[in-house]
């Protein structure tokens, strides 16, 4: 007699025992052909059956479909399992872990040139004066004839000149030419501060570059004297170095001023006190007042003009003023608050 039932029981065994074995959705897959699919075991051994006597035959057939479905229903429950198993890992690898704390934003923080001017530009918005801009890129006219320099006079050799169209056209290498400027399109009083950038064809070195900037400023009203100068410059003195400081006045020459003066400040807590200059200024000079159409038997007024780098390197230590602008993270981040 055929013993299709030990086949069909070994089938089975053999069968469930590999998939016991079977973990993975791939190889269940596998296993699924090997038994289930068209040409499988089970399906080759349901095939054989018809060879059976027929009497043994419905039996034989009960018991592979019960086989069958024994085997469907065991597949069944391994795939739910692999996939739960599947499931639980990609969530276990993809965790988030939200108490880790966040990457921190590299902050931006301003120049210490700006940092300066704004304290200046406050300062003097605070007293009422004005804040202009005006080209970099200048006349002849402006930046020296209007400022009581006139052509081949021995005085240009103080500013080192760009030219972009020579004679006429050049970098700004100053911030005065505003005060022509101001005064040309607008009457007394005049309170104005100009910053800027300015020029010069400069060997560079740690106090000298080639593009820097200027802080201009201009009084001129009835009755102006040396005394407003004085006490206008002692406040922003004051302003920007403290309580402690204190300025001294030194006769200077600059073409648009008479008298023309430095200014230099001293406190306990820059290089032990020593006196330092860190502007110009006087009192406009009459023929520049007249040039820009001002009277002046009726008007006088004061002018000063300082660099805010210079200002920067006294007040935070720095020692080469082309750290400035040569874009050195390591330099511009300590100036982050
Ligand atoms: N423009 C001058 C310079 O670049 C600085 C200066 C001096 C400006 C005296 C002034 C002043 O207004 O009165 O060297």
């Not at 349901?46 to 592979?64: D, H, V, Y």
């Not at 820009?292 to 210079?310: I, L, N, Q, V």
């Not at 230590?317 to 981040?333: K, P, S």
């Amino acid at each position: 007699m055929d013993d299709w039932q030990g086949r069909i029981d070994t089938l089975r065994e053999r069968a469930l025992a590999e998939l016991e074995a079977t973990a993975d959705p791939d190889a269940l897959e596998k296993w699924r052909i090997a038994y289930l699919g068209r040409r499988g075991a089970l399906t080759e051994a349901l095939r054989g059956l018809s060879a059976l006597p027929t009497e043994q035959r419905p039996a034989a057939g009960a018991a592979a479909n019960e086989t069958k479905r024994a085997l469907e229903a065991a597949l069944d429950k391994h795939q739910t399992a692999a996939r739960g198993q599947v499931l639980t890992r990609a969530l276990e690898n993809e965790r988030v872990d939200v108490t880790l704390p966040g990457r921190p934003v590299s902050r931006g923080g301003l120049h210490p040139t700006t940092i300066i001017l704004r304290q200046i530009t406050s300062f003097f918005q605070s007293i009422g004066y004005q804040v202009v801009e005006g080209p970099e890129v200048e006349l002849d006219k402006y930046n020296f004839e209007m400022l009581n320099i006139p052509a081949n006079h021995p005085a240009r050799d103080m500013w080192d000149t760009l030219y972009v169209q020579p004679p006429e056209v050049l970098m700004r290498t100053h911030t005065s030419p505003m005060q022509a400027r101001v005064m040309e399109s607008t009457e007394p009083p005049v309170r104005v501060i100009v910053p800027g950038r300015c020029y010069r064809y400069e060997a560079q070195d740690a106090t000298h570059e080639w593009m820097f900037y200027q802080v201009e400023g201009l009084a001129v009203d009835q009755g102006i004297t040396m005394a407003d100068l004085k006490g206008t410059l002692f406040a922003f003195a004051r302003h920007i170095f403290g309580p402690k400081v204190k300025v001294r006045f030194r006769c200077d020459y600059f073409p648009f001023v008479e008298p023309g003066v430095d200014m230099g400040i001293s406190t306990p807590e820059i290089k032990g006190g020593d006196w330092l200059e860190i502007l110009g200024a006087g009192m406009v000079h009459p023929r520049v007042l007249e040039m820009a159409g001002y009277d002046s038997s009726k008007y006088t007024g004061f002018a000063f003009g300082m660099g805010p780098e210079r200002i920067a390197m006294l007040k935070y230590g720095i020692t080469d003023i082309r750290q400035f602008y040569a874009n050195d993270l390591r330099f511009l981040e300590q100036f982050v608050s």
